[in-house]
């Protein structure tokens, strides 16, 4: 297992955003996710050494195609499943700890598994948004309009998740072969297998959803998806769909740190902007002012780039497994579209 240390991610205000990971070493042996790379845009997920999925940007970077690896051996049992032991035991540690003590479970199954390389990584929330608006123009409650959303910062962060109702997939019918349309926005959540309807842990699931006791759904950001990839929780969202009960995401993504260079002419510009209202209204908003002077001289932006390794080259490798898996699965409608990166 590899050497690993986490702490509460609070933003410059105090307000938490969730849980940095530090992943120090690995453990070569112990093969954990690996991103891969190569010419042609072309993309492979290794997972313990075999491939989860492979993916290609099309020529005019509208978007990727995306082929999942149902033959993978872990496809289904990335992580240990939940169990009622475990949700027994975030209960007991209070409603206010619910979030943060799943954040927690996952970073110690995610480094049990040896899933996670070394780098800097942050798990944090996605639950849905309230409806604020007055009750004669609220819609009906249901899946078609549910908005998930990450808490608010004061920092300036690219690590801000949303997920709308049309990106939201059936996991009893889940592509093996899809289109990430990125011109319409990407940002879909992509399930890895289907979900079986007759299933004992479904029905279960759904029990916990209208208990209100059904732990997150993970999902790992990939920047070059553009994307949410289901990690553990195919069917606790399933099971969230079918009850109507919207479930709370947690999405992990490596973070970065990167400063930007501030603008001398556009600090002066602003500065003038705000003393003039200052003048003009003596009864100011001192704390709004003071909130965008702090972002006027912040230099640090966080976001979440996902590394590759490129060890694909020419990437004919690449091809002849992806040619290979679609003609297994009677799936070659889609290989010249694959090989050439077109619609």
Not at 58 to 82: C, M, T
Not at 97 to 119: H, I, K, N, V
Not at 270 to 291: C, G, T, W
């Amino acid at each position: 297992m590899s050497d690993f240390w986490w702490q509460d991610f609070l933003d410059r205000n105090d307000r938490w955003q969730g849980l940095e990971l530090i992943v120090r070493e690995n453990d070569a042996s112990t093969r954990p996710l690996d991103m891969q790379s190569g010419h042609h845009q072309r993309m492979a997920l290794q997972v313990r050494g075999e491939t989860l999925f492979w993916a290609t940007v099309l020529k005019d970077y509208s978007g990727v195609w995306l082929v999942f690896n149902a033959d993978h051996r872990d496809q289904q049992e990335l992580l240990p499943p939940i169990t009622s032991q475990d949700i027994e035991a975030i209960l007991h540690k209070g409603h206010e700890a619910w979030t943060r003590e799943w954040c927690r479970y996952f970073a110690r199954q995610l480094m049990t598994a040896s899933l996670l390389p070394a780098r800097r990584w942050l798990l944090r929330p996605m639950t849905q948004v309230k409806n604020n608006a007055p009750y004669s123009l609220k819609k009906p409650f249901t899946v078609e309009n549910w908005h998930f959303q990450s808490p608010t910062s004061a920092d300036k962060m690219g690590c801000d998740w949303t997920l709308y109702a049309e990106d939201l997939p059936d996991l009893t019918q889940p592509d093996k072969v899809r289109l990430v349309d990125w011109w319409w926005g990407g940002n879909l959540l992509l399930g890895r297998y289907p979900v079986d309807v007759n299933a004992g842990r479904l029905k279960w699931w759904r029990k916990k959803s209208r208990e209100g006791t059904l732990p997150p759904v993970l999902v790992w950001y990939v920047a070059g998806l553009a994307s949410y990839v289901i990690l553990d929780g195919h069917y606790r969202f399933q099971a969230a769909r079918e009850e109507g009960i919207p479930p709370e995401f947690l999405v992990i993504g490596e973070l970065h740190e990167q400063v930007i260079a501030p603008d001398p002419e556009k600090q002066a510009r602003i500065l003038r902007s705000l003393e003039l209202q200052r003048q003009k209204k003596p009864d100011f908003n001192v704390d709004a002012m003071n909130q965008m002077l702090i972002n006027l001289y912040d230099t640090r932006y966080l976001h979440a780039a996902t590394v590759s390794r490129a060890v694909l080259g020419s990437g004919e490798r690449w091809a002849r497994e992806v040619s290979d898996y679609l003609r297994r699965h009677q799936l070659e409608d889609y290989l010249e579209k694959i090989q050439s990166r077109e619609e």
